[in-house]
């Protein structure tokens, strides 16, 4: 193959000409016949060579050209799984509401759910719904997939089955997960535990290799039959829904006129019962994988954006499931931490304020979440033995807090003791470490019993970064919280630690 393609790189050879006086010889017909079956033979070999490879499209920036298979590789057939995959982002709260509805699309479609790892905050964005402004699935997946190989660089990697408690719902088998890890290096063929290890760069055949899997499992080979399917519906033309009876039908929420004129929209927006789009006799149910892109989803005008499955009266397996996956709880070593500084720390009845005041619409609204404090603040000073104990949960720098309210709380010592973690202390950095040792990401889901490097694998990517595990112990130390809380409105954390409250972490 080298040989031709230097053949074919080379100048072609000029005709040959006529010497002056000489008199034009006629070639012979063997030699013709010889010549125009190896013009033939050469033409046919670079037509069936060049349809033998795809071209990536320039988002992947120079990443190599990945194959495409007519079906998956044998050892993918030989693990008897059909998989499950999506695309987290944006912050934690919301990678966690991807994960559980990810946990119901994996049950209604009988798959094993790939468990992505925690992505750093908003290091994967997805846009604007609302305003039909967000990533393709395509795009979405191969950020994340860029965003998880980099964790695994960089000894940062973390999964969701590390911080979320979902041992019950797998030893159950109310789901099947894998981690994506384990995941990567079935799929992939490579030694992921390699990735892990600090010698390795991003210009090794290694994350050659990785990059080119990733070009194919984000979807920009395409379909490929028994395989892999790509969702490429997303929220600008689809609500998933699940035995409503209402399947094909529009959306109450569609873009507006203006809005179609602005930005050349012609998409509407039906809701779709995916067991029947992607469920048994589908084009997707025959692919060994299906990949979704973002799952995230939220109310907007009276429509859920993108996922509308919170019940299944018909189909009591999934209801269980979507009754059970309403809250998830940390791992026991972030809850046993949260509550060890509500006990040995502040020793007192405590009230916790959870104060967004940096990010997106929130800095808008300062003066209304520090007003609903004061308020709260005030009762308790008025009614409540002094002083009163405040566990303050904010992305506002104690530096800052000068001519705020916290400044003015912070300053007042004989009515107000003020309480934070840092990351500095050591509650913080032993959890963090305990959860490095613990790996509860691999020791949780299916692995295949020709897979022999899961000891391997557990000791090269445990994180060699401490992980931050600052947010999911604040969350705790707030469920704990015996004086109230006050959180910041519209928050999806402050949404977080009411449910944790609701069903009284802090007590179990």
């Given at each position: 193959m080298n040989t031709i393609v230097a053949l074919a790189g080379r100048s072609p050879n000029p005709w040959p000409r006529k010497k002056p006086g000489s008199t034009p010889r006629s070639p012979s017909l063997l030699s013709c016949t010889v010549s125009l079956f190896a013009v033939l033979f050469l033409f046919v070999f670079f037509y069936f060579s060049y349809a033998r490879v795809s071209t990536s499209p320039s988002l992947l920036r120079g990443s190599l050209q990945a194959s495409r298979p007519s079906r998956c590789e044998p050892r993918i057939r030989a693990l008897g799984q059909r998989f499950l995959s999506y695309a987290p982002h944006s912050g934690f709260s919301n990678q966690l509401s991807e994960f559980k509805n990810a946990i119901v699309m994996a049950a209604i479609l009988n798959r094993t759910l790939v468990v992505p790892p925690v992505?750093?905050?908003?290091?994967?964005?997805?846009?604007?719904?609302?305003?039909?402004?967000?990533?393709?699935?395509?795009?979405?997946?191969?950020?994340?997939?860029?965003?998880?190989?980099e964790l695994l660089r960089a000894g940062r990697y973390i999964s969701m089955a590390d911080i979320i408690d979902i041992s019950s719902l797998v030893s159950s088998s109310m789901i099947r997960t894998i981690d994506f890890r384990v995941f990567v290096s079935l799929w992939c063929g490579v030694n992921i535990d390699l990735a892990c290890n600090n010698q390795a760069t991003g210009q090794s055949p290694l994350f050659a290799s990785l990059k080119q899997c990733g070009s194919f499992l984000s979807g920009f080979n395409g379909n490929v039959d028994e395989c892999f399917y790509s969702v490429d519906e997303d929220c600008r033309s689809t609500v998933w829904t699940y035995q409503n009876g209402n399947d094909g039908v529009l959306d109450s929420f569609q873009p507006d006129e203006q809005l179609k004129r602005k930005k050349k929209i012609t998409y509407a927006r039906r809701r779709r019962n995916v067991y029947k789009a992607l469920g048994p006799g589908s084009q997707a149910d025959s692919a060994a994988l299906l990949a979704f892109g973002s799952l995230f989803t939220s109310a907007y005008k009276g429509s859920q954006l993108y996922f509308d499955i919170h019940e299944a009266p018909k189909d009591q397996?999934?209801?269980s499931i979507i009754e059970k996956i309403e809250f998830l709880p940390f791992v026991p070593q972030i809850l046993h931490a949260g509550k060890e500084f509500a006990l040995t720390t502040i020793k007192a009845p405590f009230l916790c304020a959870q104060l967004r005041?940096?990010?997106?619409?929130?800095?808008?609204?300062?003066?209304?979440?520090?007003l609903t404090l004061k308020e709260k603040v005030e009762s308790l000073r008025q009614n409540g033995p002094l002083p009163v104990h405040i566990f303050v949960m904010t992305d506002l720098p104690e530096d800052n807090w000068s001519r705020t309210y916290l400044g003015d709380l912070a300053a007042d010592v004989d009515n107000f003791k003020l309480h934070f973690l840092q990351e500095e202390d050591e509650l913080f950095i032993r959890t963090a470490k305990e959860l490095a040792v613990g790996g509860h990401g691999l020791r949780v889901g299916f692995v295949a019993n020709s897979f022999a490097r899961m000891d391997k694998l557990q000791k090269q990517c445990s994180p060699r970064i401490l992980a931050d595990v600052l947010l999911y112990i604040e969350e705790v130390?707030?469920?704990?919280?015996?004086?109230?809380?006050?959180?910041?409105?519209?928050?999806?954390?402050?949404?977080?630690?009411?449910?944790?409250?609701?069903?009284?972490?802090?007590?179990?």
């Amino acid at each position: 193959m080298n040989t031709i393609v230097a053949l074919a790189g080379r100048s072609p050879n000029p005709w040959p000409r006529k010497k002056p006086g000489s008199t034009p010889r006629s070639p012979s017909l063997l030699s013709c016949t010889v010549s125009l079956f190896a013009v033939l033979f050469l033409f046919v070999f670079f037509y069936f060579s060049y349809a033998r490879v795809s071209t990536s499209p320039s988002l992947l920036r120079g990443s190599l050209q990945a194959s495409r298979p007519s079906r998956c590789e044998p050892r993918i057939r030989a693990l008897g799984q059909r998989f499950l995959s999506y695309a987290p982002h944006s912050g934690f709260s919301n990678q966690l509401s991807e994960f559980k509805n990810a946990i119901v699309m994996a049950a209604i479609l009988n798959r094993t759910l790939v468990v992505p790892p925690v992505l750093d905050h908003h290091a994967v964005a997805l846009g604007s719904c609302p305003k039909f402004r967000v990533l393709s699935g395509r795009e979405i997946r191969l950020a994340v997939w860029e965003s998880a190989m980099e964790l695994l660089r960089a000894g940062r990697y973390i999964s969701m089955a590390d911080i979320i408690d979902i041992s019950s719902l797998v030893s159950s088998s109310m789901i099947r997960t894998i981690d994506f890890r384990v995941f990567v290096s079935l799929w992939c063929g490579v030694n992921i535990d390699l990735a892990c290890n600090n010698q390795a760069t991003g210009q090794s055949p290694l994350f050659a290799s990785l990059k080119q899997c990733g070009s194919f499992l984000s979807g920009f080979n395409g379909n490929v039959d028994e395989c892999f399917y790509s969702v490429d519906e997303d929220c600008r033309s689809t609500v998933w829904t699940y035995q409503n009876g209402n399947d094909g039908v529009l959306d109450s929420f569609q873009p507006d006129e203006q809005l179609k004129r602005k930005k050349k929209i012609t998409y509407a927006r039906r809701r779709r019962n995916v067991y029947k789009a992607l469920g048994p006799g589908s084009q997707a149910d025959s692919a060994a994988l299906l990949a979704f892109g973002s799952l995230f989803t939220s109310a907007y005008k009276g429509s859920q954006l993108y996922f509308d499955i919170h019940e299944a009266p018909k189909d009591q397996r999934i209801q269980s499931i979507i009754e059970k996956i309403e809250f998830l709880p940390f791992v026991p070593q972030i809850l046993h931490a949260g509550k060890e500084f509500a006990l040995t720390t502040i020793k007192a009845p405590f009230l916790c304020a959870q104060l967004r005041l940096l990010d997106g619409q929130f800095k808008n609204h300062r003066k209304t979440t520090f007003l609903t404090l004061k308020e709260k603040v005030e009762s308790l000073r008025q009614n409540g033995p002094l002083p009163v104990h405040i566990f303050v949960m904010t992305d506002l720098p104690e530096d800052n807090w000068s001519r705020t309210y916290l400044g003015d709380l912070a300053a007042d010592v004989d009515n107000f003791k003020l309480h934070f973690l840092q990351e500095e202390d050591e509650l913080f950095i032993r959890t963090a470490k305990e959860l490095a040792v613990g790996g509860h990401g691999l020791r949780v889901g299916f692995v295949a019993n020709s897979f022999a490097r899961m000891d391997k694998l557990q000791k090269q990517c445990s994180p060699r970064i401490l992980a931050d595990v600052l947010l999911y112990i604040e969350e705790v130390i707030c469920s704990c919280a015996s004086l109230g809380f006050v959180g910041t409105a519209g928050s999806t954390i402050a949404e977080s630690i009411e449910l944790m409250r609701k069903h009284d972490v802090c007590s179990s």
